[in-house]
């Protein structure tokens, strides 16, 4: 197996794991709405968006040297990074502006339960968007 192909075969395995990050977040944070052990779900939603954050993020692939990792951060990948924060963004917004609109009435929801779902729509969606652009441009 050659270069290419293991560059291909990690790239697809971490757009997969994208996918999986996105929906044990968001799994994460549906639990921690629940009123077993919402502390604890806390905790474990915090965590995987810190990781999807770096996972997002060139840091984690620009600390590897070598020529592995150099196919791997390429013009393309860092474009589909730019457009998947640049989604994330507008979903945050998106979220942001219906937590507002929700505001005017009566809500349960606290000011940290509509953070966690502004980030968690910003993180989400930004990691969703990059797994499908990876995955597609992998074909």
Do not use: C, I, M, W
């Given at each position: 197996m050659d270069l290419i192909d293991q560059a291909e075969r990690k790239?697809?395995?971490?757009?997969?794991?994208?996918?999986?990050f996105a929906g044990f977040t968001v799994?994460?944070?549906?639990?921690?709405?629940s009123t077993w052990r919402p502390s604890f779900f806390q905790g474990m939603w915090l965590g995987f968006t810190l990781v999807s954050t770096l996972y997002l993020s060139p840091l984690?692939?620009?600390?590897?040297?070598?020529?592995?990792?150099?196919?791997?951060?390429?013009e393309v990948t860092r474009e589909h990074r730019r457009v998947s924060s640049e989604s994330g963004f507008w979903a945050a917004l998106v979220a942001a502006a219906g937590m507002l609109m929700l505001s005017g009435g009566?809500?349960?929801?606290?000011?940290?339960?509509?953070a966690r779902l502004i980030f968690t729509a910003a993180i989400v969606v930004a990691q969703v968007r990059l797994a499908t652009l990876e995955l597609r441009a992998a074909r």
């Open positions: 790239a697809h395995a971490r757009a997969l794991g994208l996918y999986v799994l994460f944070l549906a639990f921690s709405f984690a692939t620009r600390l590897k040297n070598g020529p592995l990792a150099q196919l791997l951060e390429d009566a809500t349960a929801l606290t000011l940290g339960d509509g």
